[in-house]
């Protein structure tokens, strides 16, 4: 067993010694490198958690409020119910406020500037959308990420389904205007503010990540900040405004085109003679033809209670 170790070491016993020598402390000194850094990020998990109170509202002064700024970024119009006044769309939001009970002195801690701490381990602001009706299909992110001057960054992509006012008279060339207003559920302004993370000019403008090849196209999300005064107090609450328009190409072709058609066949049935039996047969068949349209076009016209598009009126029989 012996010689076996020489030969691996080129036959010699004192080269097998200096690879031993060499080697090992590399090596040890490698994972030792790892483990501390390893040790001293748990060590800052640790330090920042061991007596930190996620129910405290993190400020050193109670009077003084936590500021939170939030930000949206609308990925894609997915469902827009008239008959039911809703409207399903999938944001990016985020939000960013600071512990004061989660900051530390990154020189003490090997430069770590930023860690990620579990989302149910910290303290979260309840921030809620007021037009919110039903849970969507929103992936659950468990982290948020803190700097080492106690700023958390929260980001989650969300399916949203929210009551909207739906005006759809002048389908299909109509544009919807439908708002999310973002609030806290307890907290009052004197505890918990709001602000808008970017200018109110970018984000009413950006359309980066909107996925244009739907129905709906995006215009414009205008938001504004505002204070709700109620008898249980005053609540800041920010509101962004979702502008789309629907794409009528679609509907031109297969609704308008068709019916402008039949109404240019029911005009000239007028040029035949009045006491024609082909005249009696024409318009027979035009009532059939009008009959079948409205009932193969009854799932494509978007049903509301209190109102009928006008282009429904038109073609009624």
């Not at 050193?60 to 008959?83: C, E, K, M, P, Y």
């Not at 985020?94 to 989660?102: I, K, N, Q």
């Not at 149910?120 to 849970?135: K, L, R, T």
């Not at 009928?308 to 029989?317: A, C, D, N, T």
Request: net charge negative; hydrophobic share 45%.
């Amino acid at each position: 067993m012996a010689g076996g170790r020489f030969f691996t070491c080129g036959g010699s016993p004192v080269l097998c010694l200096i690879r031993t020598i060499i080697i090992f402390p590399a090596a040890a000194l490698q994972t030792f490198a790892v483990d501390g850094k390893n040790s001293s990020l748990l060590h800052l998990t640790k330090n920042l958690l061991i007596n930190y109170s996620k129910g405290v509202r993190p400020v050193r002064n109670w009077s003084q409020a936590i500021t939170v700024f939030i930000d949206l970024f609308v990925h894609a119009v997915l469902d827009v119910d008239g008959q039911n006044q809703k409207l399903t769309t999938s944001i990016w939001y985020r939000e960013m406020w600071t512990d004061e009970f989660l900051a530390w002195n990154s020189s003490q801690f090997d430069g770590i500037g930023e860690i990620s701490l579990p989302l149910s381990a910290v303290w979260v602001p309840d921030i809620v959308i007021n037009e919110f009706v039903e849970d969507g299909k929103s992936p659950d992110l468990p982290y948020v990420y803190v700097s080492s001057s106690g700023t958390i960054r929260n980001y989650k992509p969300m399916q949203v389904v929210s009551a909207c006012n739906l005006e759809t008279y002048a389908f299909p060339f109509d544009i919807q205007n439908c708002s999310l207003t973002f609030s806290s559920c307890l907290h009052t302004v004197n505890d918990l503010n709001l602000s808008i993370w970017r200018s109110y000019e970018e984000i009413s403008n950006d359309k980066s990540i909107f996925l244009n090849d739907g129905e709906w196209e995006l215009l414009s999300v205008p938001s504004n900040y505002e204070i709700l005064h109620t008898h249980g107090g005053s609540f800041a609450q920010v509101q962004f405004n979702l502008v789309i328009r629907r794409r009528p190409l679609l509907y031109i072709v297969g609704i308008l085109l068709p019916s402008i058609l039949l109404m240019i066949v029911d005009l000239m049935s007028f040029y035949l003679p009045p006491d024609s039996g082909t005249r009696i047969m024409f318009k027979t068949s035009i009532l059939v033809g009008y009959t079948v349209f409205r009932v193969n076009m009854a799932d494509e016209l978007p049903a509301t209670a209190l109102s009928v598009p006008l282009i429904g009126e038109y073609i009624k029989p």
